[in-house]
């Protein structure tokens, strides 16, 4: 009874260990925690990048509102 019990559970674990279904998905988690980490160091507030594209983006504002004056 102990061994039919013993070799029941070793098989579940022996299958428990080959089961991939849902490693796909925390792979993808995985890579999505680390992009946001990465843009939201490029993009936080005080980022060089990020006073780039706002100064970049002032300068095109000025430029359209000259051209329509």
């Given at each position: 009874?102990?061994?039919k019990l013993f070799v029941n559970a070793?098989?579940?674990f022996e299958n428990f260990k080959k089961d991939?279904?849902?490693v796909t998905a925390?792979?993808?988690a995985i890579i999505a925690v680390a992009i946001s980490?990465?843009?939201f160091t490029?993009?936080?507030d005080s980022g060089p990048?990020?006073?780039a594209l706002d100064a970049a983006m002032t300068k095109i504002t000025s430029n359209i509102t000259n051209?329509?004056?």
């Open positions: 009874m102990l061994t070793q098989l579940a991939e279904r849902g925390i792979e993808y980490g990465v843009v490029v993009f936080k990048l990020k006073a051209v329509s004056k």
